[in-house]
């Protein structure tokens, strides 16, 4: 199994270019998550699916739309990037919450995005 | 915002000596997980502590949790180079799906 695989690994983009990144997870897991992280911070939170056709915020939302179409596909998209948006971003999957609570979260890694 | 504090931000010991880094939170939580990251990595799950636990054992991995003092502590035992990495706990609330995130300790073992 490859978990979790996020593309691409690296990007540089220019400030207003658009880009979409790709996570795909091959564990059948019903929630997945996109992250960013930043030099000397944790992980924070963009978007968040529970399910396939779901989609939910996060606590850092704007600037980025979500699409989960696929139960193992989960699509982070840029609209129109600004250098604020420079980052590692991290996918993540994991099972519902109900299936022994508070499952571990198998996390991609990274895709590297520079925005100039 | 992050509601995780890790304590301390980065540690540097020699090979074979034992690693303790400390979590507290503010919110209320339900459990407590602890994540390794090496560098230009994903973060990797280690071991997930309920609230009805004080103490959990995983190899050489010992996890402490406070819930009245909303803290919660890692040893990593005999250290080994291997173990470089940076260090995350995340909050596992009883609300919703987002886990609060610590902002890491980075452990240098030094061979």
Redesign the interface.
């Known amino acids: 199994n490859a978990g979790v695989t996020q593309t691409p690994k690296f990007r540089v983009l220019k400030t207003g270019q658009s880009m979409t990144l790709l996570c795909a997870q091959d564990m059948n897991h019903e929630y997945m998550y996109w992250y960013r992280q930043d030099p000397g911070m944790g992980l924070r939170l963009i978007h968040y699916s529970v399910g396939e056709g779901t989609t939910a915020k996060g606590e850092v939302p704007d600037g980025y739309n979500v699409s989960r179409l696929k139960k193992q596909n989960f699509l982070l998209g840029l609209e129109s990037a600004a250098p604020s948006q420079t980052s590692v971003y991290f996918c993540a999957s994991s099972y519902r919450r109900g299936q022994g609570s508070n499952q571990p979260q198998h996390f991609g890694d990274g895709t590297r995005l520079s925005i100039l | 915002?992050?509601q995780?504090e890790e304590d301390p931000?980065a540690l540097s010991i020699q090979e074979g000596e034992n690693a303790t880094m400390n979590c507290s939170y503010k919110t209320s939580i339900?459990?407590l997980?602890w994540y390794r990251q090496n560098s230009?990595?994903?973060?990797?799950?280690l071991i997930?502590i309920?609230s009805n636990e004080r103490e959990k054992h995983s190899g050489r991995l010992r996890v402490t949790l406070d819930t009245s003092k909303k803290s919660s502590s890692l040893l990593i035992t005999a250290s080994r180079a291997a173990d470089t990495a940076s260090y995350?706990c995340a909050g596992?609330p009883d609300s919703n799906?987002?886990?609060i995130?610590?902002?890491?300790t980075k452990l240098i073992i030094k061979p």
């Open positions: 915002s992050q995780g931000q339900n459990n997980q230009g990595r994903g973060l990797v799950h997930l309920r995350f596992v799906y987002q886990l995130w610590g902002a890491g």
